[in-house]
């Protein structure tokens, strides 16, 4: 399996989201700025994290966007499949007819590893995962770099 740079950068951008927003919105210039994706893609992006309830756009002078839901209510899993992507390693897609329109003899292997693949995203948190040492020191470097406000996240989830 191979995650597209499309769940590659909303995965990215909602942890850049997470460890800042606690100090307002955040705008899309500077993810952008920070993490190097292309503001246009990010626009995208956010467009489909909006219509699936993850993120809100915040208008007027400071505004930007921040999370729609608290960090520990929103899963990688989450992230993913709102902008259209897939953690289906089928060469079916899930469909069950991979050859000649039947099922494979692998199917059941491909299907189990994707429905494993998913839970591991969906138990993890943009609380859990922002909260880890190493992400943190990576977006201290990122912002000291940047001249950024940063933000130690910490949330303790239940």
Request: hydrophobic share 40%.
């Amino acid at each position: 399996m191979k995650l597209s740079t499309k769940g590659r950068y909303a995965v990215t951008a909602m942890m850049d989201l997470a460890i800042h927003d606690r100090i307002g919105p955040v705008t899309l210039a500077d993810i952008s700025q920070c993490q190097g994706i292309s503001l246009s893609y990010l626009e995208q992006l956010f467009a489909k994290l909006r219509k699936a309830g993850l993120v809100e756009g915040v208008r007027g002078p400071g505004g930007g966007y921040r999370l729609a839901k608290r960090a520990d209510e929103i899963s990688i899993a989450n992230i993913i499949m709102a902008v259209d992507e897939s953690v289906d390693v089928t060469r079916c897609k899930g469909q069950k007819d991979c050859q000649q329109g039947e099922r494979c003899l692998t199917h059941e292997l491909w299907d189990d590893l994707s429905q494993q693949l998913y839970d591991f995203l969906d138990g993890i948190t943009l609380a859990q995962f922002a909260n880890r040492p190493e992400v943190q020191k990576v977006a201290r470097r990122q912002d000291e770099r940047r001249a950024r406000h940063h933000f130690i996240f910490r949330h303790d989830a239940a």
